[in-house]
């Protein structure tokens, strides 16, 4: 893969970046939603608009990644990282098309088809934010410790003509 990235692979992450953090803020909504009705209960319509903003952009985050995946299979690498750093790097990476992807089905299923797989949806937020730790840690020790340019991969795009292509 050419060293960098395109804009439209930029543009990807930082949709999903912006994103990501309405599916935490909303989550709880879901349980008090189901929980009312389980009670008897009229939910209230806030956690009914934030039940939906949940989904849709759940759903959203899922096409984006998938997206962004493609987009990333037309640009594979040429060869694997020689060092342990870099092989992590490209572990975390593939880890989120896996974490999100994943979630965002999970989350499709427990809203539409069946409510019994939201365990799982619960415990793939944990992880996902487990790994978005890591990987921000990670941006910042490029950035401060190494100061190695990382971050301006994913902040200015590169020539989005393939060479040798």
């Known amino acids: 893969m050419p060293d960098g990235y395109t804009r439209i692979q930029i543009a990807l992450h930082w949709a999903i970046v912006l994103m990501i953090p309405i599916q935490y803020l909303t989550g709880g909504s879901i349980e008090r939603t189901h929980h009312a009705v389980h009670m008897g209960i ?11 903003v949940h989904n849709y952009c759940g759903m959203a985050i899922g096409a984006l990644m998938a997206t962004r995946l493609m987009v990333r299979l037309r640009r594979p690498r040429t060869s694997l990282p020689s060092n342990p750093i870099d092989f992590a790097a490209l572990a975390l990476h593939w880890g989120f098309y896996a974490a999100i ?9 427990a809203s539409y088809l069946w409510f019994g797989v939201a365990p799982l949806h619960v415990i793939g937020s944990w992880v996902i934010l487990g790994m978005v730790a890591l990987h921000v840690a990670a941006a910042f020790w490029h950035t401060l410790v ?17 060479s040798g292509h």
Do not use: M, N, Y
Not at 42 to 52: A, C, L, R, T
């Open 42 to 52: 009229e939910p209230s319509s806030w956690d009914i608009i934030q039940h939906k």
């Open 101 to 109: 992807l994943c979630q965002a089905a999970l989350g499709f299923v």
């Open 146 to 162: 190494r100061k190695d340019g990382t971050l301006d991969r994913i902040l200015l795009p590169t020539d989005e003509t393939p």
